[in-house]
């Protein structure tokens, strides 16, 4: 779902031939940012594949970026998955997103990178935090046991971050995204998210004449959602900010270098699972499973910060899910 990029900052800070490295770009985020960034017109972009490069060699990154350069940075390599994934295998979480953010921040910064963005997740956030969840309530609880491990890697990144950007005045920024879906998602029912998740169990309920379809926890949870589209439309016109405006997203003193990047779509879990059976076309009911966990009630982010910049994001829910369920019908046709 192509679209133009909104109130892209002008003229941008990328030059069109920066070396842009973008990294986790086979990934739904990565290869959302790489479609953006060639449609803007970018031309020298650089992926390497994880056969080709394991980020989470120390050696083999600093090799990398010795031999290549790159002047801007998206980094959007990570270990993700939904709440079973995140709970079930904490090792794989903690320890793959440790080592890739560590050793690809540490290497920008070694090769005096112009800018860095780190992606995240609003699941960083304290599982209490006051709703919408501005940026400067970070640690100020205690996490959400479901994916506390992802969480604390990641609020690493944004401490390495910081810490590098104080002691040795780098300039990378911490973008924390809510829930994402789009191309390329992952629609393993053990290890996707709830949208994609639910794409497959309707569409493969219909296609069987199945009478039911089972969703996890209460149906209670609120989640918000956004098209990976937007988010990299949003990377985009974070890297591009004038250096006035990025500079003063570094230094805000109640929370620096960290931003929201939200559509303030939110529903709960019981009616996205309406909004998807509607869209499939599936006639039967749908079936709560209680045994299953909810994670946390609410995560609404505030990105009034991103919004005073000038950046919205343009993909509605509704129209959104529709695009990604013929997105899992062109492309997923093995697992269905
Ligand atoms: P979270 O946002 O980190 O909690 O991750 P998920 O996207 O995996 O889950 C969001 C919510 O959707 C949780 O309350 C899940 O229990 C609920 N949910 C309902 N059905 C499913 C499903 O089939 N898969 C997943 N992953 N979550 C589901």
């Not at 056969?51 to 600093?62: G, K, M, P, S, Y």
């Not at 709703?131 to 390495?160: F, M, V, W």
């Not at 990047?261 to 076309?281: N, P």
């Not at 006639?283 to 995560?299: E, L, M, N, Q, Y």
Request: hydrophobic share 40%; aromatic share 8%.
């Amino acid at each position: 779902m192509s679209h133009k990029l909104p109130l892209q900052p002008n003229p941008p800070v990328m030059p069109s031939d920066a070396s842009i490295y973008v990294a986790g770009h086979r990934g739904m985020v990565g290869s959302a940012i790489v479609r953006t960034l060639r449609d803007e017109g970018y031309t020298n972009l650089l992926t390497c594949s994880s056969a080709e490069l394991d980020l989470r060699n120390q050696a083999a990154v600093l090799r990398f970026f010795a031999d290549n350069r790159p002047e801007y940075i998206f980094l959007a390599a990570a270990r993700v998955g939904g709440i079973i994934a995140n709970s079930t295998r904490k090792g794989e979480f903690i320890y793959d997103n440790l080592m890739i953010q560590t050793n690809i921040i540490h290497s920008a910064c070694t090769h005096c990178a112009s800018r860095l963005l780190f992606l995240g997740s609003t699941c960083i956030y304290p599982k209490n935090a006051p709703q919408p969840i501005r940026e400067e309530y970070l640690l100020t609880g205690s996490l959400e046991p479901t994916n506390d491990a992802y969480a604390i890697a990641k609020i690493a990144g944004i401490a390495q971050c910081r810490s590098y950007n104080e002691q040795y005045g780098t300039r990378f920024l911490s973008a924390m995204p809510n829930n994402l879906y789009g191309p390329h998602d992952n629609f393993d029912l053990t290890s996707s998210h709830v949208l994609p998740a639910l794409i497959r169990k309707f569409h493969e309920a219909k296609e069987a004449g199945a009478d039911t379809v089972t969703v996890w926890g209460s149906g209670t949870p609120l989640r918000e959602f956004m098209h990976v589209d937007d988010l990299a439309a949003a990377s985009l016109f974070l890297m591009n900010l004038p250096d006035d405006s990025y500079s003063s997203l570094l230094a805000y003193a109640p929370a620096p270098a960290l931003i929201n990047v939200g559509s303030g779509q939110e529903i709960s879990i019981f009616d996205l699972a309406g909004l998807i059976k509607d869209i499939v076309g599936f006639d039967g009911d749908i079936v709560f499973d209680a045994s299953k966990p909810d994670g946390t009630p609410r995560k609404l982010a505030d990105s009034s910060r991103l919004h005073s910049l000038g950046w919205r994001h343009l993909v509605d829910l509704e129209e959104g899910v529709r695009n990604a369920y013929i997105w899992f019908k062109e492309n997923c046709r093995g697992i269905h």
